[in-house]
């Protein structure tokens, strides 16, 4: 395609001036429903909103692509002019069935014409280069109508952060080698390291680990991958958004029909929803893969953030801000979740950089969602940060951490609270927190990891951050960003970096961690392989590394099998103890600290609502190198797990007056009875 001349800036920010005027609001805000291209067996209508053009055409062809067109031997095309409707909408009625058919735009604005494809395409070519209009009743696999969300499973949110590559592309993950790196892997049931049917792996393993939901890096179609030979050596994370409302076609198996993507992410859907695990989408609104792609070619310049002097915004640092306060954006964003909602029955959304949207944008999007069948339970959270400063306008309000009270209680935030103070700053390699620190940086992270038990809602230990509810927390201590948990272990403690051997010390670091993410008030959440001292050797950016390097190995994860059995332990021992799955202020208020001398931290958690076994529960941090005997309040305390080599929901010990808190460890203690401490 040829590449678009922009604006010059001083065009663009007279453009700006009137994207923001009642004028433009009043005349142009389009709020039908209708965008895109609507099948129907006697015609399609195609709609676009293109209020800046003065003449829009639509041009139809057989194929996705001109590589295929050559290759079959076809060059006719259909061309028809577009009619100007109301509020800044083009439309063209197309008669006869035209599913399966691609098309483009031809959009003229300034007396330049450059071609398209459709800002609200449903199904696209290989590329995302041409649009495809599709009946979506085909898409459907078997027993659509029949899937839904797991039952109950939004009160017990655990989060297992995952690409669909690195999923199963393992050669030894056990899945087909047709269906490996492909959505179709997470339909493969009973699959086992190696096939040997001894340790499971990809979906028969996330069962027997227990997570509820998994958090699906991108899959809406991203640039980053050339979709054309998906078996050249290409690895990205996705995070360069062409088409918002197609599945991304390099995870399908068939990237030239644009039904097979939107089927096969669907069957995906269905075998986790019946594997009892919930899917969250990870949605990327803050900018595009190109500056130059569909939203610049149908309305220049009113999709993104520009500054007074014409250039554009970068607090994405892809050099395209998109502009959530303007309206027509806002509403894409809101249309666009509800259509994965509803379309692919999507059970959560994961903002990326979401301060860089505004709080009433985010406030909205929460509400059309709970205006869905069942959309009360869709999880919504996102990052409350920016990559840097951006240009928004309208005095909207970032939805950035500080601003979490402006936020509904139903949108969480990454608490990079507790991710830097238990392991140190993501940034910094030498920095060390509560669990891989020293004694003066135990101490100084202290106060803050006690903030993070309370899911940062009692005043006492206030930061910066001050949140309705412990629902508006995901508590973590590694993602996809940055260093794993393990390197990040290494680099911060180890002279000699060896992230292959199984170190006994950073496995009590790592076990530490978890121990204490999952004692925490809020939504546990973790990077896929984090159970299994997942390792990078080291490298902290991995986007567009090797394939090798991130997908998860699936004999590491038999050989940390100890580590694996803890986490199941950790993810299983929150449904016993419901107070900590508690989401309102007030379950903040449950919790009691201990007087704790130096770098420990105790608290005895207690729900007189709880009707679970487990009428109290006693929770100790040692973060010290040595033992610490310590005296316990009164009661019958069984040990559910001394954080070490013994954990059991039933209880493995009991225990009166006296206690040795072993180095590195997260105690979990649970009283059957209801006396007083
Ligand atoms: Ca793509």
Known sequence: ?????????????????????????????????????????????????????????????????????????????????????????????????REGQYYTYLVTVDGETYETNDPYARACGVNGVRSMVVDLRRTNPKDWESDKRPEGIEQHPVIYELHIKDFSNDLRSGVREEWRGKYLAFTEENTSLDKKGAFPSCLAYLKYLGVTYVHLLPMFDFGSVDERDCRKQQFN?????????????????????GHVRILELKQMVMALHRAGIGVIMDVVFNHTYRLDGAFQRTVPDYYYRIYSDGSYANGSACGNDTASEREMFRRFMEDSVCYWALEYHIDGFRFDLMGLHDTETMNRIRKRLNQLPGGEGILMYGEPWAAGDTAMEQEAIPAVAKNIRKLDSKIAIFSDLIRDSLKGSNFIAEHKGYVNGGKQEIIKAKEKVKNSVCGLCRAEYNGEVRPLAPSQIINYVSAHDDWTLWDKLIVSTKKQKNYQNCDRDILQMNKMAAGIVFTCLGIPFFQAGEEFARTKNGCENSYN???????????????????????RFLIAVRRELPV??????????????????????????EDKKAFGRWKKALVYYNPDSDKHQISLPEGRWKILTDGESRWSLEGVELVKNQLVLLARTVTILGCEEELGI
């Open 580 to 605: 900590l799955e508690r989401t309102e202020r007030e379950a903040a208020d449950q919790i009691t600290f201990l007087n704790m001398r130096g770098a420990l931290i105790g608290f005895v958690i």
């Open 237 to 257: 994370w996705g995070y360069d958004p062409v088409n918002y409302n197609v599945p991304e076609g390099s995870y399908a198996t068939d990237v030239f029909d």
């Open 1 to 97: 395609m040829v590449e678009m001349c922009l604006p010059d800036c001083k065009k663009r920010v007279a453009l700006k001036r009137w994207f923001y005027s009642e004028d433009f609001l009043e005349k142009y805000c389009y709020a039908g429903q209708d965008l895109g291209a609507v099948w129907q067996k006697e015609g399609t209508l195609f709609k676009v909103w293109a209020p800046t053009a003065k003449k829009v055409g639509l041009k139809i062809y057989p194929f996705g692509s001109e590589e295929e067109m050559q290759r079959e031997g076809v060059e006719e095309t259909e061309f028809f002019f577009m009619m100007q409707e109301e509020c800044g909408t083009w439309s063209v009625w197309v008669d006869g069935d």
């Open 545 to 567: 590394s090797s394939s090798e390097l991130n997908q998860l190995d699936w004999g590491r994860a038999e050989e940390y099998q100890e580590l694996v059995e803890y986490y």
